[in-house]
């Protein structure tokens, strides 16, 4: 059983940064996803086990960027140029591998809100 720590949200402007991270008991997949107030949780960005691969959400490509810090098992996500339309509560999740279809294990989120 993967646990999974996110902390670093909290209040910012518009066109602010953010930076998450998420500390995990072990080496995994890891990705963030986040759902705002009345929506489906949706996929931000994902980093490989290696981290050699990332894959971002077209909303976020170009503002956010995925890494990782494999000797402390912790996932980072860098958020630039932060919009309103951002704010949601973003969930830390890791899956077995990077070809398992599906993230087994989840954080219990950090809430971002962006002021306009």
């Known amino acids: 059983q993967v646990q999974l720590v996110e902390s670093g949200g909290g209040l910012v402007q518009a066109g602010g940064s953010l930076r998450l991270s998420c500390a995990a008991s072990e080496r995994t997949a890891m990705g963030w996803f986040r759902q705002a107030p009345g929506k489906e949780r949706e996929f931000v960005a994902s980093i490989s086990w290696s981290g050699g691969k990332t894959y971002y959400a077209d909303s976020v490509k170009g503002r956010f960027a995925i890494s990782r810090d494999n000797a402390k098992n912790t996932a980072y996500l860098q958020m630039n140029s932060l919009k309103p339309e951002d704010t949601a509560v973003y969930y830390c999740?890791?899956?077995?591998?990077?070809?398992?279809?599906?993230?087994?294990?989840w954080g219990r989120g950090t809430q971002v809100t962006v002021s306009s």
């Open positions: 999740a890791a899956r077995d591998s990077d070809y398992s279809p599906q993230y087994n294990y």
